[in-house]
């Protein structure tokens, strides 16, 4: 295709990213065509990062920012942002593992190497002084709340479970939000004014975070949000983002790093009130033991 059968295209909304870029970087300021550059070339700083942020990152203004994705054919950085989740969330879970496998394939480590690599970026992530400030408010707004949920669905809530269970050996009451569809109401309902909820999400936005996040706001709940690619839709929603990776957006998703994320959670939740969690813990301790007790006798009767 020569420059004008490119000038003559006219970008429509249901045309890709690529193909956007094609018809527009002719036209383009050179300020707007490094951005859209960095469009390309940086999907995930796109998706995790303001547009102030993304401008400092690429060297430009945050108006560069919007004009280059305006000049793309869309509305604001936000339908942008729509786009490339699109695309990188794209084929379902077979596609994101057929990537995590063509990739897997060039690692002289193997499928353990390439996995701990995926897992120490994520980690990497959550030792920066940003995360730790928003961890540590995190852990004071949950400490004092009323009662603690844990919203998470899929595998997110299996990880929300385990959350739930391990609050409550400490004695703070905890709720985990981790049915899907209408399941999901019976539990949300018991949620009020007083209460913490800790969301468990990843991109896109789907119904069930819609919800949760509408009845926290007409209920006064604040609202901490574990995960990235979320949270440059729902950042004005929630108190809080622990941005925490699950690898790259379009490989096979790994929960490693938000479990390591929820057992530091245990620790400095314990530590809030030391005597309250060991009395808590020493409380277990008993009734595991007079469950053993109660077993032992009845083994002896047969």
């Known amino acids: 295709m020569d420059r004008d059968e ?20 002719p036209s383009m300021s050179p300020a707007e065509h490094k951005m859209a550059l960095f469009f390309r070339n940086q999907k995930e700083a796109v998706l995790l990062n303001s547009a102030a942020e993304i401008a400092d990152k690429a060297g430009t203004s945050d108006a560069t920012v919007v004009r280059a994705a305006r000049s793309l054919g869309f509305d604001g950085l936000l339908a942008l942002r729509e786009m490339i989740l699109a695309e990188l969330t794209g084929g379902g879970p077979e596609g994101r593992m057929k990537r995590t496998l063509d990739d897997m394939a060039g690692d002289p480590d193997g499928a353990l190497g390439h996995v701990l690599k995926s897992h120490r970026e994520s980690l990497e992530a959550m030792t920066t002084a940003e995360f730790g400030d928003a961890f540590n408010r995190t852990v004071e707004l949950m400490f004092a709340a009323r009662r603690r949920f844990v919203f998470g669905i899929g595998p997110s809530g299996a990880v929300a479970d385990y959350a739930a269970l391990q609050f409550n050996r400490l004695g703070l009451a905890t709720t985990a939000l981790s049915d899907s569809g209408i399941g999901l109401a019976d539990r949300l309902m018991t949620v009020g004014e007083g209460d913490v909820i800790l969301m468990i999400a990843y991109a896109p936005i789907y119904r069930e975070v819609t919800v949760v996040l509408d009845h926290a706001e007409e209920n006064k709940v604040p609202v901490a949000l574990v995960g990235d690619s979320l949270a440059p839709f729902v950042r004005r929603r929630v108190r809080d983002v622990l941005a925490v990776p699950r690898g790259r957006a379009d490989h096979l998703s790994m929960h490693g790093a938000t479990i390591v994320l929820i057992e530091a959670m245990i620790v400095a939740l314990a530590e809030q009130d030391r005597g309250a969690a060991l009395s808590a813990l020493q409380k277990l301790g008993a009734l595991r033991g007079a469950i053993d007790k109660l077993w032992l006798k009845r083994g002896a009767k047969r």
């Open 6 to 25: 490119m000038v003559d295209r006219v970008i429509t909304s249901d045309m890709p990213l690529d193909e956007r870029l094609e018809i527009a970087l």
